[in-house]
């Protein structure tokens, strides 16, 4: 595997159920974020992890829980969510001091019902 | 506030034909840097440039060239002669200079017919 990968690549959940995205990145980098991109809106930063460190929470509601376990891997935890959280998760990564160019895995789209 | 603006939603053009990408932003920042991301349908976005702002030469790679111009706060993206392969959507998006932050426009949707 190269690059970084997502998995489930399609998903699609109730409102009640619990689910998590995970993201993995083969790049030796320190730093992974999370995007969402709705339909019509601009992507939007979720969290910053640097060195396992959750750095960024741009106001995201608590029912998306992030988990970084090391600096390959990422998690995004999901639960009760809202229609409206439908979306196209994105993770990236990047070199710490390098977040200007930041390697983006090709996404989890999410459905919920 | 930072604001980026992608007036395009979608264009459509002909093999072979140029096109140009508007993206216009507002930052109070006199540092910021500027982006271009391609997003194919596979959904990653692929990283196709970053300028900063003190920094107004245009660049070319090969069929891309970008023109920033600050007096207008304008990061235009042209492709010649454009192919199949070209058909994704465009995001344009600046940053602040000292932070991870990315502020991206909503996206051109561009169809490059053949």
């Known amino acids: 595997e190269t690059g970084v990968t997502q998995t489930p690549r399609h998903l699609v959940m109730g409102m009640t159920n619990k689910k998590s995205l995970k993201c993995e990145q083969h790049l030796g980098h320190n730093a992974m974020y999370w995007y969402k991109q709705s339909a019509k809106k601009p992507l939007e930063l979720m969290f910053v992890y640097n060195f396992k460190e959750q750095t960024e929470n741009n106001s995201v509601p608590s029912r998306f829980s992030p988990e970084c376990p090391n600096s390959s891997h990422l998690f995004l935890h999901l639960h009760t969510l809202q229609p409206e959280d439908s979306a196209l998760y994105l993770c990236?990564?990047?070199?710490?001091?390098?977040?200007?160019?930041?390697?983006f895995g090709p996404g989890t789209r999410l459905l919920v019902l | 506030a930072q604001k980026v603006t992608q007036a395009q939603t979608e264009i459509s053009v002909v093999e072979k034909e140029d096109v140009t990408l508007d993206c216009v932003y507002e930052?109070?920042?006199?540092?910021?840097?500027l982006f271009w991301y391609k997003q194919p349908p596979s959904g990653e976005l692929v990283f196709l440039i970053r300028?900063?702002?003190?920094?107004?030469q245009n660049e070319i790679s090969g069929r891309y060239s970008w023109n920033f111009q600050k007096s207008t706060s304008s990061f235009n993206f042209t492709i010649t002669a454009s192919q199949v392969v070209d058909s994704a959507v465009y995001f344009c998006?600046?940053?602040?200079?000292?932070?991870?932050?990315?502020?991206f426009g909503t996206g051109t949707s561009l169809t490059v017919i053949p």
């Open positions: 300028r900063n702002s003190f920094d107004e």
């Open positions: 990236a990564s990047s070199q710490e001091d390098r977040w200007e160019t930041q390697y």
């Open positions: 930052t109070r920042d006199t540092t910021y840097y």
């Open positions: 998006a600046l940053s602040e200079m000292n932070r991870s932050q990315f502020y």
